[in-house]
């Protein structure tokens, strides 16, 4: 069984030239199934990821987890010879990703079809904020921008309330993984149809998240409705929300079968509230919505999140308790699938990752390394496409790499 | 040019058994890129999602989203001659998607044993709330419930107001997209590794969203740190928050990069800002966030949406309006892109749909047609493995298709 030993990416090699959040996971869930990613950082400065939000002794974390499985050497693409070495990486590489603002690969002479040129075979994804054409194509590309133009935010949080932000990087994340997809599409279209070519693929920062929202299109296309901000309501069903406990914790219900609301009542012990007509059917739930979750808040603020849940959960509710980070950690299912799990890091002794995702049977995947120090692999790559020792010690005098 | 006329997957043949949003958009973002998706629903009764949300003169509409570009067959999995039939597809079938809680399928005997004994080929993609194996396997899974147990509700909304939940199916979009990506990942292991060989992947509901809330996990490993809600700001850069505006719309900013207050201060024309210790650099905003956003919405409230965006623009801040659906629908930007298009529909005439994402230079995708009615393709799919006009009557008589 050779073949079954072997990772399901092995051999797909990456140039990973992106920052900010989006691209990078591109090349990181990749990585996850075997591909073979070269991340490239200026210079001395590094990515601005290894900027970005927390620090442990001055090593940064967010950085631990976009960089696993990835290899880093230094290159300075604005100096005529480091453009020289990356065309000489691209003519090995499958895949390059990067997201400069459009028409900056151009100007510094790397334009697709430069790139095309040393490697026909290259899928080069590109990211931007607001795509590669169009009339914004050339404004500033942040996740937050896109949170907030696609809609998101705009149906996000309480009708009483401001329109509400993820707190975490949603539309890069979304981003990153359509990304991913895209090219597994077009990586299938060249080895697999024959197509034998790489291709240029255009993917803007706002686009994924509004394809999920893609429900809103349709209704507000067909009905003319333009949905505002619903709380912890769903407009389909009723109840969804989420009630507070006796010890200040939270749990949520979802509501998304017929059946869901008998449960309920069962469960709190007032089976009679389903002759009551505000409350027979999901229709007239949804018109005395808050009568319903007035009932459920109060018999839930008087039981504990454990126990809510499991009375709940003993009547088949849907019902889950809403988890901080340590509640994650410390759950027994999530740690039976080792959806979190530790990896050596050189820097850190051991650092807990989110581990890949979907199990796959027969190739699973497997974070390959912890996230990388600036430059690492620069004598490893550099000497692969013939470099000696000595034109390395010069191009690090000439700041090149 | 032969090969380029072709589309990207064409001749991927998927057979989705799922429901709920999962699973199902797993193929509807294949099909976009041409596999032929065959969409099985229980007899009469329809797959449940054509009773989701919204409807137009009885039409379901998030039913068009999600079922765009696929085929329906009406089939009986519980009947004996139902699963017969599923194993007569199979055989020519190369990826087969479920979301029945697991063991149901094992239930039905259409084990992932007994689908590869006809097809070992066959890619199993099996979504489900909380995976194929750990102690919460059996537990429903609905999409709520992700989002409250992966951490995002924690952490979403206001540090005086509760937890916050999406109001998109947001955990099963992404799990959509992440489903799609390890689908074209096995695909690639079988037909490029040459492992020429199906197998099983095993993807829980609450894994994907909590992927994306990574930083979180390496934060509370390595720091201990418990991140709650902080509203629309966040714990790394500022400023960065929505503004409500004089016309009582709203505007995002984006603090992502170090000189986004400097443009601010600018644009508001406060740049003596800059000396204030409160403000002089990220760390100090961060500290006196408060304060900073009194000033930006100050200024922000005595203006239109329109005029702070300009305005700021002109300053290269990070800036955009929060989009409601109507203003997407309106985006300059967003009709140059065709990020939503209209295609025909025979129940609705036209129907305005996402576009497909990433656009791919040299094979792009395409909605191929308008969400099925119910067993629309039954004779097209069935009489294809051999079934005669007289055996299709029986089995429509006897409830099986």
Tied chains: 1, 2.
Excluded: C
């Amino acid at each position: 069984m050779e073949g079954i030993s072997k990772q399901a990416l092995e051999g797909v090699k990456i140039i990973d030239l992106a920052t900010a959040a989006a691209a990078p996971w591109i090349a990181t869930f990749m990585a996850d199934f075997g591909a073979d990613v070269i991340k490239v950082e200026k210079p001395k400065e590094g990515d601005p990821i290894r900027g970005w939000g927390e620090q442990r002794d001055g090593i940064p974390l967010f950085w631990q987890a976009i960089s696993r499985g990835k290899k880093s050497i230094t290159l300075d693409l604005r100096k005529e010879k480091g453009k020289e070495l990356l065309l000489e990486l691209v003519k090995e590489t499958d895949i390059l990703i990067e997201n400069f603002r459009p028409g900056k690969l151009e100007s510094w002479g790397l334009a697709p079809e430069v790139l095309h040129e040393v490697n026909p075979r290259l899928i080069i994804m590109r990211v931007s904020g607001f795509g590669q054409y169009g009339p914004y194509s050339s404004k500033p590309g942040f996740g937050t921008l896109a949170e907030a133009m696609s809609g998101f935010a705009y149906t996000t949080g309480f009708p009483d309330g401001p329109p509400t932000l993820p707190a975490l990087p949603l539309g890069d994340g979304i981003t990153g993984i359509f990304g991913a997809f895209g090219v597994m599409v077009a990586l299938y279209a060249r080895d697999v149809q024959k197509m034998d070519k790489g291709q240029v693929l255009d993917l803007a920062l706002y686009e994924p998240i509004l394809r999920l929202l893609e429900g809103n299109t349709v209704d507000f296309d067909q009905l003319g409705l333009i949905r505002g901000r619903s709380g912890n309501r769903l407009p389909q069903t009723s109840p969804r929300n989420a009630y507070k406990t006796v010890d200040g914790e939270w749990i949520a219900i979802s509501g998304s079968t017929p059946s869901t609301a008998i449960r309920v009542f069962k469960a709190i012990g007032q089976e009679h509230l389903l002759n009551d007509p505000r409350f027979k059917d999901n229709r007239a739930r949804l018109k005395y919505a808050e009568d319903l979750d007035k009932i459920i808040s109060e018999w839930v603020s008087q039981h504990t999140q454990k126990e809510a849940v499991q009375i709940f959960e003993s009547f088949e509710v849907a019902v889950a308790p809403i988890y901080s980070v340590k509640d994650v950690f410390e759950d027994l299912h999530f740690n039976a699938r080792e959806t979190i799990i530790k990896i050596p890091s050189e820097e850190l002794g051991e650092v807990a990752l989110n581990n890949v995702i979907p199990k796959m049977s027969l190739t699973p995947g497997k974070i390959k390394s912890a996230a990388p120090s600036l430059g690492k692999h620069n004598q490893e790559v550099y000497k692969k496409i013939g470099l000696t020792d000595e034109q390395l010690s010069q191009l690090i005098e000439e700041g090149i790499i």
